[in-house]
């Protein structure tokens, strides 16, 4: 079956500008995550969805960053008020319920702050 | 707090040798696991093996297989027949082992050595 998407895979925005990116996990995942990977390092977490329930949004890094997953599928991460701090790679993964440490990522999107 | 630390950011290998990627980590919990991903320049992170920490015996996958040494909190990946593709990123991860219904279960990475297969 289909994998986890992202879009778009590229992102530029100027500093200052809002900026959403969506995940679309694969079907039936009740778990969702969202990582941030900087040039040159691993992925960092920063939020995590059961359904629509956001459970944990102890990783993102200020209040500028946002998260939704409204219907319990798709996600969307919102950043407002970009800075070039945030430019980095942002990675989705999504897992079933079934077993809870399996995690499947999907391709990222790649945002860069000018 | 968990650390994950992977201290060769490169390493190289020519083709069909056997090549050992370092990790090791830092935690106070008994019940964990452990994961080795791949992530090829098209950055689609992929999993390549899970070691549950109550297992003693060391996970296998084909050509890869790793080194869990629980008491000094080391896991190494070895890759076995390198082939070409097998050039990647890899990341060494930790997974606190948490099973009541609202666990986060997030993983954290180290910060990945880049493996290049020489022809």
């Known amino acids: 079956g289909a994998g986890v998407s992202q879009s778009p895979r590229y992102k530029v925005a100027k500093r200052g500008q809002d900026v959403a990116l969506r995940c679309d996990p694969i079907?039936?995942?009740?778990?969702l995550f969202w990582y941030q990977q900087a040039l040159g390092q691993g992925p960092e977490f920063l939020t995590y969805?059961?359904?629509?329930?956001?459970?944990?949004k102890s990783g993102l890094p200020s209040d500028r960053f946002f998260a939704e997953r409204p219907e319990g599928s798709v996600s969307t991460l919102k950043i407002q008020r970009t800075q070039q701090e945030d430019s980095a790679v942002y990675l989705c993964a999504s897992g079933p319920k079934s077993s809870y440490n399996e995690q499947f990522f999907g391709p990222g999107t790649r945002l860069t702050v000018l | 707090a968990q650390t994950v630390t992977q201290s060769q950011p490169e390493m190289s290998v020519q083709e069909a040798e056997t090549v050992t990627l370092s990790c090791t980590y830092d935690t106070s919990e008994n019940n964990y696991y452990l994961f080795w991903y791949k992530q090829p320049p098209s950055r689609q992170m992929i999993l390549v093996i899970r070691?549950?920490?109550?297992?003693?015996q060391n996970a296998t996958e084909n050509r890869f297989s790793v080194n869990f040494q629980k008491a000094a909190k080391s896991f190494s990946l070895k890759i076995s027949d390198s082939q070409l593709g097998d050039t990647a990123m890899y990341f060494c991860a930790f997974m606190k082992h948490e099973d009541y219904g609202g666990a986060t279960n997030k993983l954290i990475f180290g910060t990945g050595t880049l493996l290049a297969v020489q022809p």
């Open positions: 070691q549950e920490a109550y297992k003693q």
């Open positions: 079907s039936g995942h009740v778990s």
């Open positions: 969805f059961q359904n629509e329930a956001q459970l944990d």
